[in-house]
Nanobody, 124 residues
Framework: QVQLVESGGGLVQAGGSLRLSCAAS????????MGWFRQAPGMEREFVAS????????RYAESVKGRFTISRDNAKNTVDLQMSSLKPEDTAVYYC?????????????????WGQGTQVTVSS
């Protein structure tokens, strides 16, 4: 069973950038669809971005399109989320997740494996 650990969160000013990383252990993620989700205080967890097993296909939530970029390195067993032009509304706990479904996936229920999350706080 794959285990996921996120890193790279922190406090940043609006307009700044952060790069989140998700490291997998206990198995290779090279055949998994990977995703990033986030949960703001008092809100439900929401989809942010997804990438297919090869990295050839990506999908983004409208709210982050053009500002966030998801990427993966199957040799290193990692998935990254580069976040730019950050806004206060991007403040949330960000989660990495792995899915066995083919292609990019935006539905939380299709991801059985989750990390513990990393906090991102964007100040205005």
């Amino acid at each position: 069973q794959v285990q996921l650990v996120e890193s790279g969160g922190g406090l940043v000013q609006a307009g700044g950038s952060l790069r989140l990383s998700c490291a997998a252990s206990g198995g290779t993620i090279s055949t998994y669809t990977m995703g990033w989700f986030r949960q703001a205080p008092g809100m439900e967890r929401e989809f942010v971005a997804s990438i297919n097993w090869s990295g050839s296909s990506t999908r983004y939530a409208e709210s982050v399109k053009g500002r966030f970029t998801i990427s993966r390195d199957n040799a290193k067993n990692t998935v990254d989320l580069q976040m730019s032009s950050l806004k206060p509304e991007d403040t949330a706990v960000y989660y990495c997740a792995a899915s066995l479904y083919y292609g990019t996936q935006a539905m939380e229920g299709k991801y059985p494996y989750w990390g513990q999350g990393t906090q991102v706080t964007v100040s205005s």
